[in-house]
């Protein structure tokens, strides 16, 4: 990066000049070093980006005094517009030449310009990305006028060409030694007059309007996932194209299933008998029940797989796993019968626990007490 020039050295002016002084000085350098004059020439082209931005400060009372006070580090931070093109040419150049032009051919208003992109957040549900889904949106948007078929002119009329650009919606135009191409002003660079405007649109071409458009919900997606719909976003100017639609898509959590990419995560109960030696139970799948087999010796937090019965794999035949995590219940409530017989297991185990005599308990509140005693 080369050192940044001074300001009042790119405009050639001294630090005491007026408004009318810079304006005049930025003018003289716009029109010799403007890229339409000079086209493909980058040495002008960089020259015209520097007086544009040394403008654009000392136009501006408030960046000025911070230029004059700290240079280009006061000028940080302060959003300024300095693509080159920040400063409305029109202005500038309006008092000299009466009206005649409508600016240059650049950043005029009337241009073609292609519409819009839009966005619609889409919120679909668990089932919708398993089953796959077709849905129809509603999504507002400026659209090209039906009536008129988007040329403004009032229905069985149609816009003339102009008669001062014979359509090109330019116009070339001499001062002096320079020739500049700029936008025709009868017609403002559309190329076309409408005489009699098309009621609906008010002859601008174009009406607010909510679009119904169906959305293909495929199997798999997942949140983040984006559809780009070309040309259903806003209608463009002046015979520009359509933006494009982006339609982003959010799952919405489950109350029973997670879902781990592919994979729907859940919970199952058994009981320790059931963990201990085996089994078969009943599991909630998304579209039912399924049934799983429980191996000898399953431990608590255990995940246990049903294949292919998670979520399909976007555009695959396969799908994820059904992942079923085991939570093992602990009986309460034993009658005496119940206790005796888990009494009994604890023996043949070797476990001791809370009515054995001499047991874990006893022994451990015994000790308790001795030591509080000491
Ligand atoms: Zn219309
Ligand atoms: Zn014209």
Same mark, same amino acid.
């Given at each position: 990066m080369t050192q940044k020039r001074d300001y009042y050295e790119i405009l050639n002016?001294?630090? /005491? #000049?007026?408004a009318d002084e810079i304006k005049k000085a930025y003018r003289k350098l716009a029109i010799q070093f403007h890229p339409d004059k000079n086209p493909g020439d980058e040495v002008a082209e960089d020259k015209f980006k520097e007086a544009t931005e040394a403008y654009e400060v000392l136009r501006d009372p408030e960046k000025r005094d911070r230029y004059n006070r700290f %240079?280009? #580090? @006061? !000028? /940080? &931070?302060? $959003?300024?517009?300095? &693509? =080159?093109? &920040?400063? +409305? !040419?029109d202005e500038v150049f309006d008092d000299v030449f009466g009206g005649l032009f $409508? =600016?240059?051919?650049? @950043?005029?208003?009337? #241009?073609p310009k292609r519409g819009r992109n839009l966005q619609y957040n889409l919120d679909v549900t668990l089932e919708d990305v398993i089953h796959g889904k077709e849905v129809t949106i509603q999504v507002p948007r400026i659209e090209s006028c039906p009536t008129c078929e988007g040329n403004g002119a009032k229905k069985g009329t149609s816009p003339v060409t102009c008669p001062q650009c014979y359509g090109r919606g330019q116009i070339s135009q001499s001062q002096g030694f320079f020739t500049m191409s700029r936008t025709c002003p009868r017609c403002r660079g559309a190329g076309a007059i409408i005489q009699e405007p098309c009621r609906p649109c008010g002859g601008k071409g174009v009406v607010r309007n909510t679009h119904d458009i169906p959305i293909n919900i495929e199997k798999g997606i997942d949140t983040g996932f984006k559809y780009q719909l070309r040309g259903e976003g806003e209608a463009g100017a002046n015979g520009a194209p359509p933006g494009d639609l982006f339609v982003v898509i959010n799952v919405e959590p489950h109350q029973r299933f997670q879902r781990d990419r592919n994979d729907l995560i859940t919970s199952a109960k058994i009981s320790f008998v059931q963990a201990a030696l085996g089994g078969k139970v009943e599991v909630d799948s998304i579209d039912g029940k399924e049934e799983l087999h429980i191996p000898p010796g399953t431990q608590y937090g255990a995940q246990l797989r049903i294949p292919n019965k998670g979520i399909p794999h976007y555009r695959r035949s396969y799908s994820g796993d059904l992942v079923v995590r085991m939570e093992i219940e602990t009986p309460t409530h034993l009658n005496t019968e119940q206790r005796s017989a888990l009494e009994r297991f604890a023996k043949l185990r070797g476990e001791s626990h809370q +009515? /054995?005599? %001499?047991g874990f308990w006893d022994k451990l509140l015994g000790r308790q007490e001795d030591e509080e005693s000491e």
């Open positions: 002016v001294n630090r /005491e #000049a007026d %240079g280009h #580090a @006061g !000028l /940080e &931070g302060m $959003g300024s517009d300095f &693509g =080159g093109f &920040g400063v +409305n !040419l $409508g =600016g240059f051919s650049r @950043g005029t208003r009337r #241009a +009515n /054995e005599q %001499g």
